[in-house]
T-cell receptor, first 116, second 111 residues
Framework: NAGVTQTPKFQVLKTGQSMTLQCAQD?????MSWYRQDPGMGLRLIHY???????DQGEVPNGYNVSRSTTEDFPLRLLSAAPSQTSVYFC???????????????FGSGTRLTVV | DAKTTQPPSMDCAEGRAANLPCNHS???????VYWYRQIHSQGPQYIIH???NNETNEMASLIITEDRKSSTLILPHATLRDTAVYYC????????????FGKGTKLSVKP
């Protein structure tokens, strides 16, 4: 049981490049989300999904796209990277409804992205 | 979801209890109090949650005041590994609501 897996762990992009951050979970969780964390700040929600085919915007969605074709995967796409997107990105998953013994969100270990 | 207020930083001696306060004066009747922590830029880790009764698990205890306007997370015997940022979050457990993180409390456990 791997939990939430994020790839890559580190990435350097040039301004204007595009890339996809991968997130996969093997816990059959309906809910998945992406956060970004800037130095000295708390986490801010980018996009989230409550199931396959359903996505919605969070607090800071501009410059990011998501899709949810399967329950397991929730990739985050940067269409044209900007230096302001330099951050640490965390993916999280959770059951939609609390189940016996299952509480809280499970977070991945993060992707550290630098845009130069 | 209700907002929370936490002190920006706290110190604790190793082996002593760490008591981390959180104010949530606008909490609604169906909102739970959740605690997470983040150790040195790792992904946040779920600690505990509660509605109105005190809760305890293998990691910590959660004390919620009778009026539910504040709570305290207790790490009974803090270790150096407990040095982290601790986030108090209130939200409805069964909704599609998202976790809204504040800046949390930076707990430093000192030898």
């Amino acid at each position: 049981n791997a939990g939430v897996t994020q790839t890559p762990k580190f990435q350097v992009l040039k301004t204007g490049q595009s890339m996809t951050l991968q997130c996969a979970q093997d816990m059959n969780h309906e809910y998945m989300s992406w956060y970004r964390q800037d130095p000295g700040m708390g986490l801010r929600l980018i996009h989230y999904s409550v199931g396959a085919g359903i996505t919605d915007q969070g607090e800071v969605p501009n410059g990011y796209n998501v899709s949810r074709s399967t329950t397991e995967d929730f990739p985050l796409r940067l269409l044209s990277a900007a230096p302001s997107q330099t951050s640490v990105y965390f993916c999280a998953s959770s059951p939609l409804l609390p189940r016996q013994g299952l509480y809280g969100y499970t977070f991945g270990s993060g992707t550290r992205l630098t845009v130069v | 979801d209700a907002k929370t207020t936490q002190p920006p930083s706290m110190d604790c001696a190793e082996g002593r209890a760490a008591n981390l306060p959180c104010n949530h004066s606008t909490i609604s009747g169906n909102e739970y109090v959740y605690w997470y922590r983040q150790i040195h830029s790792q992904g946040p880790q779920y600690i505990i949650h509660g509605l109105k009764n005190n809760e305890t698990n293998e990691m910590a205890s959660l004390i919620i005041t009778e009026d539910r306007k504040s709570s305290t997370l207790i790490l009974p015997h803090a270790t150096l590994r407990d040095t982290a940022v601790y986030y108090c979050i209130v939200r409805v457990a069964t909704s599609q609501g998202n976790l809204i993180f504040g800046k949390g409390t930076k707990l430093s456990v000192k030898p």
